[in-house]
């Protein structure tokens, strides 16, 4: 209630969480059905400040009498006996509150309104417990704190603008309790301003999926947790759609309004972090734009700007970095940072590490006459840095697994479990150097110097992308086992074919990248995720082969979950 962040007394880490999905996934909350409502109301016109609707004017747009005679038939025609449910209504402020109870009692429902004050909570309580009145209309009361597993509908009868108030209040009834099968939802949606945001609400009921918002609505929501369902009126579907539509059309006027408007939204210091955090923005899409820095600079809220460096800044941001998950590569681009872009040359894991860095910023070798000026290069631009700097520990706090040495008998710096691009990749394994990148595109790389063959598959293969001849059978058999199909060429008797069957036998490393699809949600090239070595464990057919491998490391529960659907056996 002080408007401090909690988190700041426990240095910004949070131990452990569960979010709304998973729990619903675990059965530890009630199933929910949620009807998305056409509401008649423009909100259109409805002044907005600070980050949500102005509240006296709002209030007076959503109490009128037509109104509720329409709120009154959706609640005949979608609750099963609208005498015989216990119900909370959230409403914008107390007088809507008033107006909603009294006009649900003039039309024969039992009803009453709870405001800050006004009645014991206790006795509020009771009577809605023993069902003495069905409806109860609150308004930032019962948000949170409040144990009443019995309640089995939700009215949404105002624009909840902060996503983690529309879950407290929707909390409300997903405890369960006894003859409750499920909680019913009605969410009145107007046509809400373009600043109200549709998306964070849905993805906060859907969970984390590589499929757009707009695709899970326009499919209806194929990713939903267990047992739960959302149904959207024709008219409320047009009005979402259009909003998120408005909302993803992020061009560079729009940001830099938001930018200079954010003071008025919060009183958070503008960060990258925060301006993200506040304006529900992905980092990757934001980055389709300008740097940061520039961005401000034009807001006239930062006062000096260089392009020096800007435009391969953003290049590494949106096709390389924000793609990437290491904890160790990162920590190696902040140590960089600290020390002005030096590194030990001497030190093989740094100077690979420097080689993916390099490639992340530039595309061709021998841009700069030593590796170690194009990466003091990359330096030069102070604000920049800093604005890489920011980025960089985002991502890094993102890291919520453990990374793992690969355990060669050379030295790289890719970790299993961690996700990198193929060029990370191939820098990392010293296949591409400063003097010369390669071109292999192959989904094998036989790094022959090393002994090692890397093996890059791509699960969800699509005949779009894919040739009949390049569509091989590769998945996971279980969190152990991975199914994997060689090249058309290669026969068991074959030389290549020996080397897999007997690679344990000669020395040989194999060592799996896997990746979900080609490409994710924001079209970019999807990054591979390294599992680590692999051993031999059986195979079957020829041209090709295909053989079992045994992980070292299991597949981890965060890729596991997402590729269980493709699981055999």
């Not at 509020?124 to 019995?150: A, H, M, R, T």
């Not at 681009?333 to 420097?354: G, V």
């Not at 920049?384 to 991502?395: A, D, P, Q, R």
Request: glycine share 4%.
């Amino acid at each position: 209630m002080d408007n401090e962040n909690i988190l700041n007394d426990f240095c910004d880490v949070i131990a452990a969480e569960i979010r709304l999905p998973e729990a619903l996934n675990r059965k530890l909350l009630c199933p929910f059905q949620y009807f998305g409502i056409s509401d008649n109301i423009n909100l259109q016109n409805i002044k907005w400040q600070n980050g949500k609707y102005q509240t006296t004017e709002l209030s007076d747009a959503l109490s009128t009498e037509q109104r509720v005679r329409d709120i009154l038939q959706k609640c005949e025609e979608y609750l099963t006996n609208i005498n015989d449910v216990i119900a909370l209504g959230f409403c914008v402020s107390q007088e809507h509150a008033q107006f909603m109870s009294e006009n649900f009692c003039k039309a024969g429902l039992k009803a009453d309104y709870l405001i800050s004050g006004n009645k014991n909570r206790n006795d509020i309580k009771y009577k809605l417990l023993s069902k003495e009145i069905n409806y109860l209309f609150v308004v930032d009361i019962f948000n949170e704190g409040v144990d009443i597993p019995e309640i089995d509908t939700i009215l949404f009868l105002r624009p909840t603008e902060s996503l983690t108030v529309f879950l407290q209040q929707l909390g409300r009834g997903l405890r369960f309790a006894d003859n409750k099968e499920c909680l019913t939802v009605l969410d009145f949606v107007g046509n809400a301003r373009d600043e109200y945001d549709f998306e964070g609400k849905f993805r906060g009921l859907i969970g984390k999926t590589s499929t757009s918002i707009k695709d899970e609505i326009e499919n209806e929501f194929p990713h939903l947790p267990l047992g739960c369902s959302i149904v959207l009126e024709k008219k409320a579907k047009e009005h979402i759609l259009n909003n998120i539509k408005k909302a993803t059309m992020l061009g560079k006027r729009k940001l830099i309004n938001k930018i200079q408007n954010f003071q008025s939204y919060t009183n958070l210091p503008l960060t990258i972090k925060n301006f993200t955090k506040v304006n529900h923005i992905p980092l990757e899409k934001f980055y389709k734009n300008d740097s940061f820095t520039k961005l401000c600079y034009e807001a006239n809220v930062v006062k000096d700007f260089s392009e020096t460096n800007e435009k391969e800044l953003v290049r590494a941001l949106t096709k390389k970095l924000l793609l990437t998950k290491s904890y160790k590569y990162f920590q190696f681009i902040l140590s960089l940072i600290q020390n002005d872009f030096r590194f030990n040359l001497n030190n093989q894991d740094e100077k690979l590490m420097a080689l993916m860095l390099y490639y992340d910023f530039f595309q061709e070798p021998n841009q700069f006459d030593s590796l170690e000026n194009g990466i003091k290069y990359i330096g030069e631009n102070k604000l920049l840095t800093s604005e890489l700097k920011e980025v960089i520990e985002i991502l890094s706090e993102k890291i919520n697994y453990i990374e793992y040495d690969l355990n060669l008998s050379f030295q790289t710096p890719i970790k299993v479990h961690s996700r990198y691009t193929r060029e990370q990749i191939l820098a990392g394994f010293g296949v591409h150097s400063f003097d010369k990148k390669s071109s292999s595109r192959e989904g094998v790389l036989d790094i022959k110097e090393k002994n090692t063959e890397l093996l890059f598959v791509t699960l969800e293969k699509t005949e779009e992308k894919y040739s009949p001849t390049t569509m091989y059978d590769d998945y996971a058999i279980n969190e152990k086992l991975f199914h994997w199909q060689s090249q058309n060429s290669t026969k068991p008797e074959s030389p290549k074919g020996q080397s897999y069957i007997n690679h344990q036998e000669i020395g040989k490393n194999i060592i799996l990248f896997v990746r979900e699809t080609n490409h994710d949600e924001n079209k970019n090239v999807m990054t591979y995720i390294c599992l680590g070595k692999v051993f031999y464990k059986s195979h079957y057919g020829s041209q090709p082969m295909s053989i079992t491998w045994e992980l070292e490391y299991e597949i981890p529960p965060f890729l596991w979950k997402n590729i269980a659907k493709m699981a055999v056996g």
